[in-house]
């Protein structure tokens, strides 16, 4: 069963708009929460985290919100540049500190 | 500029034959991570290791095999590669436990092996 999930596999958007990305997760005991961004034929690169005890936490053109109650993140990037196009994925720290990872939401930004 | 190294980017093997992958981390880490990415599946973990001559099974273990002699370096091996093994490999690296804050996986570029 998934424990943390991105029901969006793709998503386009205009350059200079807002790109949503959006994750869900089942488990209440995750107590950190990060963004990931991979390119084609690379590693993924570290974006973005949030501490369980918080609900927003922003960097430059990246902010990510934390639902506790509805178990929902997600990952604002304003405004979006065709740079930016890359897969997202969003993970979860557990009880033993590995990170469960979603699917991942491709990211097209459109010029 | 903190790095791991996957030593083969690019590999084509056929089915049967052994394979090993290297990756080497220069951070002092002492946990490391396989994990494999397929399109629609995301990541998931094959291996981990939390110091030198520990490893731990992950969620998709079957196949494969892991060894860490070193701090430095975690090695995947596939014991008689099959096509199901095609995929992105990719190895990661943190620091212990005790770090502070999200402790963060460092990534390599990924090895991408396809198994004919």
């Known amino acids: 069963d998934q424990q943390v999930k991105q029901n969006s596999p793709s998503l386009s958007v205009q350059e200079g708009r807002i790109s949503i990305l959006n994750c869900d997760y089942t488990n209440s005991m995750f107590d950190y929460f990060l963004w990931y961004k991979k390119y084609p034929a690379e590693g993924p690169t570290f974006l973005i985290s949030i501490s369980s005890i918080k609900d927003k936490n922003e960097d430059g053109r990246f902010t990510v919100f934390l639902n506790k109650s509805a178990k929902h993140l997600s990952l604002h990037i304003v405004p979006s540049q065709p740079g930016d196009s890359a897969v997202y994925f969003c993970a979860a720290r557990g009880s033993q500190g590995n990170l469960i990872f979603g699917k991942g939401t491709k990211l097209s930004v459109k010029p | 500029d903190v790095k791991v190294t996957q030593s083969s980017r690019y590999l084509v093997k056929r089915t049967g034959e052994k394979v090993f992958l290297e990756c080497v981390q220069d951070m002092d880490h002492e946990n490391m991570f396989w994990y494999r990415q397929d399109p629609g599946l995301g990541l998931r973990l094959i291996y981990f290791s939390y110091d030198v001559k520990m490893k731990e099974k992950g969620d998709i273990p079957e196949g494969y095999s892991v060894s860490r002699e070193k701090k430095e370096r975690f090695s995947l091996i596939l014991e008689s590669a099959s096509t199901n093994q095609t995929s992105m490999y990719l190895c990661?690296?943190?620091?212990?436990?005790?770090?502070?804050?999200?402790?963060?996986?460092?990534f390599g570029a990924g090895s991408r092996l396809t198994v004919l």
């Open positions: 990661a690296s943190r620091t212990g436990a005790g770090a502070s804050g999200a402790n963060v996986l460092t």
